[in-house]
């Protein structure tokens, strides 16, 4: 095999410590793997002097390097295939100095909650790889190459915009890094799409929701050199693909929204780009890509079960085709000054394939749920009328509301210890969706802000916001060692009752009032 390096074109690929701040991938032609006992670790190592590229003629160069060499190509992709696949040694280097990765995109696989069912959300994109695609894009800057959750976390704010033009709702997304809540360019996108869809009053002056988001962490890791900086990065899902050359760092995101519009706000030379954006339910898409044809191949076709344009949902299976080719089509090829987009589209067979990165991260998400136990299908999964919400730490004073409540009332309440990773929890789905209080326990006010204790309670006010709760619906906040003016906003306006440590049934006894009281069924 030929170790003689690429020459770099220069009009699309500079120095990592000149070109910073741009749109960045840097060009690794080294990297190693390990498979570890949950999962596979990634080590990368370069500094201020690797070259990057920063603009989409980067891409395109690339591209076209690695169709020269496509056989190589396609040798890489199969090693990697039964790497990532538990075939082979427990260890893997990757060496060619003519065939660089991209390191590194960030995207984040959308599961979305809608009318008690699991949807993945993804985007259309109509150049090459054409099909179904993440939210996702490459990194700004060194920072987010240390920490690609920042670039998993601006790209889903970016191209997922959730509103509801009735309610004049928009759902906005709590992140965990330390991303400014609104950037720039998207300021700019919900500016353009109010334009768009000649709206009464701008996306800006409807009321933000939080958004119940969790994060479901994955079984891989990244160890990250650049220069004297290092960084390890658990929780995530490796996607490294020789056929679209790239290294990216995925993660599933968990949202629930009812009754909601989906939009794409990728901003392209200024213009919104108004991509489709299509929901497949998530059971429909394990049998698919489970299902190979007579001849063992892949699907290469996947239709969603509802597709949104231009804030408009429509069926999947009806005017797809003709909305890409008669609307969106034109308006991209008019925003980037070209028809070659919509002869390469025209050209391409399977125009609802998967891109690279989205199969894999689909059959690796897949089989990791996969590998659960099967939910239980025992009186937990009936309706609930009360949901305690509550961290690990306070389990002892959850169970004493959980037991006081069930020995004093005939409603049923739902109480769960079970570690509910990596799973997309539909049994607490199912228990939000069905319960008409909601009673959050905590002796920290911290400890209300961990993403599965606001994915909890967010839930069920997004459910009583878009009138899927009766009206008596409510919270109580069960505290002790703290100040209930301290609690999360959420939960701040509504009762709050402190645990009496001397006379525990006296405090408890108020619970019980309020149920009796306040939620009848």
Not at 254 to 280: M, Q
């Amino acid at each position: 095999m030929s170790t003689t390096p690429l020459t770099y074109n220069s009009d699309c690929v500079g120095r990592l410590d000149q070109i910073e701040n741009h749109f960045l991938q840097v060009l690794v032609d080294r990297f190693t793997m390990r498979r570890l006992p949950c999962g596979i670790n990634l080590r990368v190592e370069f500094d201020g002097s690797a070259y990057a590229i920063w603009n989409s003629s980067g891409k395109s160069w690339l591209r076209e390097n690695a169709a020269r060499q496509r056989a190589r190509v396609e040798n890489h992709q199969r090693v990697l295939e039964d790497f990532f696949s538990g075939k082979g040694p427990d260890s893997y280097s990757y060496t060619d100095a003519n065939l660089p990765f991209r390191f590194v995109s960030g995207g984040a696989l959308p599961v979305v909650r809608i009318d008690n069912e699991n949807y993945y959300a993804l985007i259309y994109r109509e150049c090459e790889p054409i099909g179904w695609n993440l939210t996702n894009g490459g990194s700004d800057n060194r920072q987010e190459m240390l920490n690609p959750f920042i670039t998993v976390e601006r790209e889903l704010r970016e191209e997922l915009i959730i509103a509801h033009f009735g309610r004049r709702q928009r759902f906005v997304f709590d992140m965990e890094s330390d991303n400014p809540e609104d950037m720039p360019e998207h300021v700019v996108a919900r500016h353009l799409w109010s334009e768009r869809l000649h709206l009464p009053a701008s996306l800006d002056s409807f009321d933000a929701v939080p958004t119940p988001i969790k994060w479901i962490d994955g079984p891989d890791s990244l160890d990250i050199r650049i220069g004297s900086n290092q960084r390890t990065v658990n929780g995530c899902f490796l996607n490294i693909n020789a056929t679209d050359g790239g290294i990216e760092i995925d993660r599933i995101v968990k949202i629930r929204v009812e009754d909601a519009a989906f939009l794409d706000g990728e901003i392209l030379n200024g213009g919104l780009v108004g991509s489709v954006v299509g929901l497949f339910e998530v059971s429909r898409m394990r049998r698919e890509l489970e299902n190979k044809s007579a001849d063992d191949r892949p699907m290469r076709e996947f239709i969603p079960d509802t597709y949104f344009f231009n804030g408009l949902p429509h069926a999947g299976n009806g005017t797809l085709l003709k909305t890409l080719s008669e609307e969106y089509l034109p308006h991209v090829c008019k925003l980037v000054g070209s028809q070659e987009r919509r002869l390469t589209w025209e050209a391409e067979p399977c125009k609802f394939d998967l891109c690279p990165a989205t199969r894999s991260i689909l059959t690796r998400a897949v089989n990791w749920i996969k590998d659960e136990q099967p939910p239980d299908t025992s009186a937990r999964d009936s309706a609930h009328d009360i949901f305690i919400s509550f961290p690990s730490e306070d389990v002892a004073l959850a169970d004493c509301v959980y037991h006081f409540l069930s020995s004093n009332t005939s409603k049923s309440v739902y109480f769960s210890t079970r570690d509910m990773r990596p799973s997309f929890a539909n049994e607490i789905d199912r228990a939000i969706e069905s319960a008409t209080l909601l009673i959050a326990v905590s002796t920290r006010p911290e400890y209300l802000r961990k993403p599965w204790l606001e994915y909890e309670y967010n839930s069920f006010n997004v459910l009583k916001l878009s009138n899927r709760k009766p009206k008596h619906a409510g919270f109580i906040s069960y505290v002790a060692g703290f100040d209930p003016k301290f609690l999360p906003l959420p939960l701040l306006v509504h009762k709050a009752i402190e645990h009496d440590a001397v006379q525990p049934s006296k405090s408890l006894q108020e619970i019980l009032d309020v149920v009796n009281c306040d939620v009848p069924r």
